[in-house]
């Protein structure tokens, strides 16, 4: 049975990818969850599977190297996929510190403890063991209004503090890739949605706002184009690169979604309406007088675009959800978990979006 080691498994992407493993391979495999539970982790979201004989979490943090190589020595692992990292550009404006941490130093300690686990002797590494490193689009920087697209050869232009400590954590990667040939991939992805998302993120904000009657912040003058991809699409690409990539390549992962902030807090607002029951008194305050523009993010970048030509190419992936029902999925999960959106916003987001947002 395959061990994988999921780091960062309690947030929004780690744990929609351990959901999607455990539908896949069911007992075929055996998933340790490895996650600090900071604001962005929470074990709400792995309700369904903590029972499971096949599954363990381990609280601890990824810069503790003492930790990690504890669980190294434990067991035998097979596959590392590394989602830990701070993951919102807006709090890295504000506090870039633990970004470097978490993400620079984190990823430097799972590539020590995984090297020093799977190396042999003569310096080559037992079969079968691999890394994978979920990245950011971000890293390549910001493209113009004009078109274009990022590729796995485009050049890194990082920007925020958050995009400038994961292009650091990439280039650990590549470092390890060419000096010993750790057999690891790196896997850049588009912005993702879906069930479980916190909503200090653009689409669960929104969704949650709405519900609220609360003020849509839009930051600049809301036409930064991001490229929306839903979270199981990830899950699955980031399955296909380990068992199909070429060792020590880069994928990049996205859907040619691209769409304005404005555009999507305006499919928002018509899903909701159209989803919400016909009696629902919500119905009096959803609408786009919500929609208030604000003073834009520092340092925004306009626009992001994948082109997934190089993992269709070679490995077939393709994305599946088709972004109006991944919308729909997406909001209907938000409908049936209003208590999950109650649990996360209650304690110090109440904190984050007052400092974040009230005098911008
Ligand atoms: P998230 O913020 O929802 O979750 C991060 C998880 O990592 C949380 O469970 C948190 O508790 C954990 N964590 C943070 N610091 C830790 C530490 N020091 N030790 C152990 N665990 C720690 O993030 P996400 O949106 O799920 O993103 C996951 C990964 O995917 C990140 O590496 C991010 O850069 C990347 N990514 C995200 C997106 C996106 O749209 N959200 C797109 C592309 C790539
Ligand atoms: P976000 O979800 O934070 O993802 P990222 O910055 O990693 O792309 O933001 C997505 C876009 O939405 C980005 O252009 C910033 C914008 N945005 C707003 O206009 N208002 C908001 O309240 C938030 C959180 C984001």
């Given at each position: ?17 351990i ?42 943090d ?27 550009v ?42 994978l ?46 000096t ?51 979270v ?75 082109a ?18 991944g919308i ?33």
């Amino acid at each position: 049975m395959r061990t994988y080691l999921v780091t960062g498994g309690a947030g929004f992407i780690g744990s929609n990818y351990i959901h999607y493993m455990f539908r896949k391979y069911e007992n075929e495999i055996r998933i340790i969850n490895v996650d600090a539970l900071t604001y962005a982790g929470n074990l709400e979201n792995l309700k369904e599977v903590e029972d499971r004989d096949n599954y363990t979490f381990v609280k601890a943090d990824i810069t503790d190297k003492d930790a990690m190589m504890k669980i190294f020595k434990e067991n035998d692992i097979d596959r590392v996929v590394h989602f830990a990292a701070e993951s919102h550009v807006d709090r890295s404006i504000v506090d870039p510190e633990v970004f470097i941490k978490t993400n620079v130093l984190g990823t430097a300690v799972m590539l020590n403890c995984a090297k020093e686990a799977w190396e042999k002797e003569d310096g080559t590494f037992a079969e079968g063991k691999k890394f994978l490193h979920v990245s950011t689009d971000e890293v390549y920087g910001s493209l113009d209004d004009e078109g274009g697209y990022f590729y796995e050869t485009t050049p890194y232009d990082p920007h925020s503090p958050y995009s400038a400590s994961k292009a650091s954590s990439d280039f650990l990667v590549k470092a390890y890739i060419d000096t010993y040939h750790f057999p690891a991939n790196i896997t850049n992805c588009s912005n993702n949605y879906g069930p479980y998302q916190f909503p200090e993120k653009l689409i669960p904000l929104i969704i949650n706002n709405a519900l609220h009657g609360r003020k849509l912040p839009v930051y600049g003058d809301g036409k930064n184009v991001r490229d929306w991809l839903y979270v199981d699409d990830h899950a699955k690409g980031i399955d296909m690169v380990q068992e199909k990539g070429r060792i020590g390549e880069t994928y990049n992962i996205g859907g040619h979604n691209e769409k304005q902030n404005i555009e999507i807090i305006e499919i928002i607002l018509e899903t909701l309406l159209e989803m919400l029951p016909k009696d629902d008194e919500r119905r009096k305050f959803i609408s786009k007088d919500l929609i208030t523009y604000v003073t834009d993010r520092k340092g925004h970048d306009r626009r992001y675009a994948i082109a997934p030509d190089k993992i269709k190419a070679e490995i077939g992936w393709e994305p599946e959800t088709m972004f109006k029902d991944g919308i729909k999925k997406t909001i209907a999960w938000f409908f049936e978990h209003e208590d999950w959106m109650e649990s996360v916003t209650s304690g110090d987001y109440q904190k984050y979006y007052d400092e974040m947002y009230q005098n911008r």
